[in-house]
């Protein structure tokens, strides 16, 4: 009938439009009309891992001279909830993630590494640590990337091991921890290292570890030796030494990694590099040694910070604004710091959605040359 519409047949074309809206209405509440994105990838860069042998070989080293505080460190936490246990189980690490939805970890043999031992034993180490890596990165490429562990007491074998790491091995970069028997790579002697690493385009990880001998007696009191104070103090002063040294101008390709924030030095820029042209520029001769920038610019150019163990927007939103959201990358420091609350603290962090993403994979690709995601 091409008549005008009955007020009847008004009402049920009106009855049926609202309930197919309604209809609408509850298939895209239940999720069927529009799928919810899936959540940001995660990628975390400073993860600790350790191996049976390993974890032996610790077990052996005399609780006594230059490695007094580390051995006490590492016999401390076989006594601290499940550490050791999380060390070496993948699958409670797997668990872990899936649970939180983190999808890679970036592994490194957790500190000391290797340089506890002597030379010859922290070379063998280092080989078989990082073969074992490298066979949990071939097994699931998807959720683990590595960083190499070297030996600096052998700096010829650590050299070796650089190479035979990014070249045979493939790992992604790779990772000392601070100071090697109380001396620190501003030393020229260690400079090959760096060059091996510029030279195969390895980032260096530099990790902390308790303080060197000449500084661990003034944290021993009240245990500042550790994350509360002592582990941030000897890393700032590790890589301001590296700075200063005129490392950065010299291989000015090379890329230098630290976590917990930038060990605290980003807080300090401005009367770093205030002092730091006063010295040079006020003093005759130089009480500094001239680089060719303000030390705060080598964050910008050769060195990136990462989240670890600092789960507080207030510095994360400090650090975009002075270091800049390309030099930063997350990190959760597993196990040492719980997954969940690094997770909720990235995922909610105040930032734009672009400088979040770079933050929270996107670096971590382009700096460790992690594939992206399928």
């Not at 230059?66 to 460190?73: M, N």
């Not at 890596?133 to 700096?155: E, F, G, H, K, M």
């Not at 030095?265 to 006020?282: A, G, K």
């Not at 959201?325 to 909720?344: C, G, K, L, Q």
Request: aromatic fraction near 8%.
């Amino acid at each position: 009938m091409n008549g005008p519409e009955t007020s009847e047949s008004s009402f049920n074309r009106r009855a049926i439009l609202k309930a197919g809206s309604a209809t609408l209405t509850g298939m895209a509440a239940a999720g069927v009309a529009k799928a919810a994105p899936p959540p940001m990838r995660l990628i975390a860069v400073e993860e600790a891992w350790a191996c049976p042998e390993w974890m032996d070989a610790m077990a052996s080293v005399p609780a006594q001279g230059l490695e007094e505080d580390e051995v006490r460190a590492f016999r401390m936490l076989a006594h601290i909830g499940d550490i050791h246990a999380r060390l070496l189980d993948m699958q409670l690490r797997q668990s872990t993630m899936d649970q939180n939805a983190v999808d890679m970890h970036v592994l490194s043999l957790t500190a000391p590494g290797v340089q506890s031992f002597d030379g010859a034993t922290a070379l063998r180490l280092a080989r078989l640590t990082n073969d074992r890596l490298a066979r949990i990165v071939a097994d699931q490429p998807r959720r683990y990337a590595a960083l190499a562990s070297v030996p600096p007491q052998d700096v010829p074998g650590a050299i070796a091991e650089i190479r035979r790491a990014r070249r045979e091995l493939g790992l992604n970069g790779i990772i000392i921890n601070s100071h090697t028997r109380g001396e620190y790579l501003d030393d020229r002697k260690y400079w090959p290292l760096f060059e091996a690493a510029a030279e195969t385009g390895a980032p260096v990880y530099i990790h902390p570890r308790t303080p060197n001998p000449a500084m661990a007696p003034l944290f021993r009191d009240y245990n500042l030796w550790g994350a509360i104070y002592g582990y941030g103090a000897e890393t700032g002063l590790h890589l301001i030494r590296l700075i200063s040294s005129g490392l950065f101008d010299a291989l000015p390709d090379l890329k230098v990694v630290v976590g917990h924030m930038g060990e605290g030095l980003p807080y300090w820029f401005y009367r770093i590099d205030h002092m730091h042209r006063n010295m040079v520029t006020l003093a005759k001769p130089p009480l500094r040694p001239v680089l060719k920038k303000m030390p705060s610019d080598y964050f910008r150019s050769n060195i990136s910070i990462t989240t670890s163990g600092v789960n507080w927007h207030q510095a994360l939103q400090f650090a975009d604004q002075v270091v800049g959201a390309d030099n930063i990358m997350f990190a959760i420091d597993y196990p040492y710091e719980r997954t969940e609350e690094a997770v909720s603290f990235i995922r909610s962090a105040p930032l734009p959605a672009d400088k979040l993403e770079r933050i929270a994979f996107r670096n971590a690709e382009r700096v460790f040359g992690i594939k992206p995601a399928a």
